[in-house]
């Protein structure tokens, strides 16, 4: 065995995204995370405040506002923010349409200000809804 390869560090076991796992060299950095420093949306944003509807039950109705819409989801501002992987239903009043009806996922909370609120994605968004929030931009 040459000293080189007696100087260079054993692979490790690194998980990957959906439990896959990855040999890699320990002194190397996993190359996801340049990725999560940065924005991570696939959609642009549109600045827009509009009061939706978070319905419960068919009874419970909580008023909630955004800051900014995409295709993709929403950040919602000034409220107090649900745990990540807690699912809504969202009524979306978008300025010219009807009301779209969207189910909705928190994967953040706060903004990148430190801002009260929390970032949802939307769950297989109608197209309509979709084409909406794109004709906003």
Do not use: N
Request: glycine share 10%; no cysteine; proline share 9%.
């Amino acid at each position: 065995m040459s000293d080189d390869a007696q100087d260079k560090d054993p692979p490790v076991e690194l998980p990957r995204e959906h439990g896959e796992k990855r040999r890699q060299r320990a002194d190397v950095p996993p190359a996801g995370d340049e990725r999560r420093q940065g924005d991570r949306r696939l959609d642009p944003r549109v600045k827009i405040e509009v009061w939706v509807e978070e319905r419960r039950d068919d009874r419970e109705v909580y008023y909630l506002r955004t800051a900014d819409i995409s295709a993709g989801g929403a950040f919602i501002e000034g409220s107090i923010p649900y745990g990540p992987g807690t699912r809504m239903q969202l009524h979306i009043p978008l300025p010219g349409f009807v009301p779209f009806v969207v189910q909705a996922e928190v994967v953040s909370s706060g903004d990148d200000r430190g801002q009260l609120g929390m970032g949802v994605k939307f769950i297989d968004p109608a197209f309509d809804l979709v084409a909406a929030v794109k004709s906003l931009s």
